[in-house]
């Protein structure tokens, strides 16, 4: 035959097939099959549910909910976990705005995620394709109680604490410890201030500072955790890193320093209602808001009630376009019904303003100041990421290199992969952590802890909790300035050649320089320099005094990205007692990295004598006044004297302008003390101020009582106010 005729033949026959419906088209989001159903079973095909956007009284049928006769799943009734290919972010966005996406694997194109009754028609009617993973469908086992022999933590998890059992453990640390914690109420969950349902819970924050402490600024470090009530590690790791820092304050030198230098805010229960849920064993992810549309229970999710509180963040609520979070009030991602309409979030973006200052510009593109103050971090699982903002949005945020460079930090300790949420994972907007960097310009960060939700007792003791204990701690050293110590070295086991030496007895400190302690598991390498210089301070840390010291390499040279530190230290002229060295270094960029310390004891012999004198001991004051009485110290012994001013008052408050001061011998100093008389006090009202001073080694109290009594009216004008005092443990600002 004729080859024309041949190829015309065959033409025909084509043209024939497609008419008849027996050639369909491919899918345009990836080389796959069509679905079978060629017909829609709703109209709006973006969501899974296809529920209208406004709230409807009445129950929604979902007319995809009917069984699919060419289903691939045996129950299609039940849940289970399925692999979905991909090949563009076109064809990711619908997925993760949609589904319960439990991983995105971008090297791969593949998505793991957990489906319900309905949602494999509507893969099948996108042209989606699919398997089964049966090991992770075959883990998903019904709520189970705690067994006999298990007397605490969540059925199952020994190692994971209940909602109940963490606020109490918490709640007595603070109390055991009143000088350097505080558990406070930042307010209250959904089901608290709705009648009519379960009691709900408080929102808590534990604070840790020492609170006397004389610091000039303290670094700011907020940690947030079970934002998503699944996520069980996340809990257990905060609480635990509030224990080991309460644990370690007083005899670890570094955890010491930095409870006097910094406030550490931890929020470890963030949605205490959700996790209620959870700790049944249930993949809960929301809070538990019920819009009237949505009244299905846990097993039904995500067509099930509560907002995703990770998407419902007033920065930038539901701008991203798409995939991003979800209108649908049964998603798993659903954002809400208005930027910050959730109690649990308003409690935490009130709780953080009250902490962070705004240190960014008013435009979306400027960058946050290299001075800027605070570390906020919320953890999640899974993924084993350290994401830094934007999160929204794959356009580099104004700080991007500095939040990039402090996350290669954290990845060096727990060895994670550090990147943009757009790169390693999948975009969302109205998270915490977009908020609290584009609100106040902190290093802000997502770690995705572990390889599951619900994370297996073994695993997490073995490869999770101190990993990430690690990186936590080093975000507590860069709190102060987190976009400037992160690009100098870290200082790391720092030694003395004695735990203790004798006033005047001279001791040897040795530790490591090291520039290139980063690390982003394929996602891109922070340059380091040469280590070019090195010092240690005494009792405080070089920003908060003027005199250092040098450090030499020990190979006489600095030529190398880590270094051998050493340097012989003179105790001449120190007082008694425990004191503390900071050794910090710096590298060939003029970066100075965060120091460590180590502890040194210094005795003496018995010399030390002191001589108080107060004036005046008694003074008439008018209300509304601040007054001042000034103490006067004087060593007359033959030692260094270093004393701790501690300040009780009956009514009215108090202060000293420092917490320690020291003597030399033969030398005085003056100290005022500040009263601040309340207008509303009225005269012959009287304030007792006590101001005991100690010192330790060797041991020795003097108290100062002063007087202070209103013996007249304020004669200012009306409407006239007092100039505000600082309080130095009241305010750090």
């Known amino acids: 035959m004729n080859p024309k005729r041949l190829l015309m033949l065959l033409f025909l026959c084509v043209i024939l097939l ?187 924050a534990l604070v840790l500072t020492n609170q006397n402490s004389a610091a000039t600024e303290k670094g700011k470090f907020v940690l947030i955790a079970a934002i ?13 890193f509030a224990e080991w820092l309460a644990a370690g304050y007083g005899t670890d030198p570094d955890i010491t320093w930095l409870l006097d230098y910094n406030e550490i ?152 992969s550090v990147c943009n949420t757009s790169n390693c994972l999948y975009a969302v907007d109205g998270s915490t952590t977009d908020f609290a960097y584009g609100e106040f310009g902190v290093a802000t960060y997502t770690f995705e802890v572990g390889t599951s939700f619900f994370q297996s007792c073994s695993s997490f003791e073995s490869s999770i909790v101190q990993q990430n204990l690690d990186s936590l701690l080093y ?13 100098g070295p870290d200082t790391f086991s720092v030694t003395l050649s004695a735990a203790q030496v004798d006033v005047g007895q001279a001791m040897t400190v040795t530790a490591t320089a090291d520039d290139t302690r980063y690390y982003a598991n394929g996602y891109g390498v922070e340059p380091s320099q040469n280590v070019t210089a090195a010092r240690y301070t005494i009792d405080k840390p070089s920003w908060e005094i003027s005199t250092t010291h040098p450090l030499s390499p020990t190979d006489g040279t600095f030529n190398a990205t880590s270094e051998g530190l050493t340097g012989l230290v003179d105790t001449t002229g120190w007082c008694p007692g425990q004191h503390a060295l900071f050794v910090e270094s710096q590298d060939a960029a003029g970066s100075w990295g965060p120091p460590s310390a180590a502890f040194v004891k210094v005795s003496g012999e018995s010399g030390l004598d002191l001589e108080l004198e107060q004036m005046p001991a008694s003074a008439d004051v008018i209300s509304g006044e601040t007054f001042t009485h000034t103490l006067t110290l004087t060593n007359t012994g033959t030692l260094p004297a270093c004393f701790t001013l501690t300040v009780f008052s009956s009514l009215w408050p108090a202060a000293v302008p420092n917490g320690e001061v020291s003597v030399q011998p033969g030398f005085a100093i003056s100290l005022p003390v500040t ?51 600082y309080f130095p443990w009241i305010h750090n600002e």
């Open 675 to 725: 009263v601040r008389v309340p207008l509303t006090a009225s005269i012959g009202m009287t304030n007792v101020t006590v101001v005991d001073i100690s010192s330790i080694q060797p041991p020795l109290v003097r108290t100062a009582t002063l007087e202070t009594i209103v013996t007249k009216e304020p004669t200012s004008e009306p409407g006239a106010t007092q100039p505000p005092i």
């Open 265 to 416: 805010h931890i929020i470890p229960q963030a949605n205490p209602d959700g996790r209620g849920f959870a700790e049944q064993g249930y993949s809960w992810r929301k809070n538990t808001d019920r819009p009237a549309i949505c009244n299905s229970g846990p097993n039904n999710a995500p067509y099930s009630y509560g907002v995703d509180l990770n998407r419902n963040s007033s920065f930038l609520w539901g701008t991203c376009g798409g995939g991003c979070s979800s209108s649908d009030p049964c998603s798993v991602i659903y954002r809400g019904a208005s930027p910050g309409s959730e109690p649990e979030v308003q409690a935490i973006e009130g709780y953080m303003r009250s902490v962070f200052a705004d240190q960014r510009g008013p435009d979306f593109d400027d960058a946050a100041p290299a001075e800027t103050n605070g570390v906020f971090i919320s953890l999640h699982s899974y993924g084993n990421l350290v994401i830094y903002p934007w999160d929204h949005t794959g356009s580099d945020a104004p700080n991007m290199q500095e939040l990039r460079r402090l996350g290669r930090k954290f990845g060096y300790h727990n060895r994670y």
């Open 228 to 240: 998503h009530a699944r996520e069980y590690a996340t809990a257990e790791i905060a609480t635990r």
């Open 18 to 204: 497609a008419l008849t419906g027996q050639i369909r088209p491919i899918s345009p989001l990836h080389a796959a099959p069509a679905a079978q159903d060629a017909v829609p079973c709703r109209a709006d095909l973006t969501s899974p549910t296809g529920l209208p956007a406004s709230p409807q009284a009445a129950p929604f049928t979902d007319p995809c909910l009917s069984p699919n006769p060419q289903s691939p799943i045996s129950n299609p009734q039940s849940p289970v976990v399925i692999r979905i290919p991909f090949a563009t972010d076109d064809a990711l966005r619908p997925l993760t705005g949609n589904l319960d996406v439990w991983e995105v694997n971008r090297e791969t194109g593949e998505v793991v995620a957990l489906i319900f009754p309905g949602q494999e028609r509507w893969l099948q009617l996108l042209g989606y394709t699919w398997t089964i993973d049966e090991e992770r469908t075959a883990e998903l086992a019904p709520p189970v109680a705690r067994s006999g022999d298990q007397n605490s933590g969540i059925p199952g998890y020994t190692c994971y604490r209940t909602v109940t059992e963490t606020f109490t453990v918490l709640a007595q640390l603070a109390a055991d410890k009143p000088a350097i914690a505080q558990w406070i109420d930042i307010g209250d969950s959904y089901d608290k201030i709705t009648s009519g349902g379960p009691d709900g819970s408080d929102i808590h």
């Open 475 to 487: 975000a507590a050293k860069a709190a102060r300035r987190p976009y400037q110590v992160a690009a």
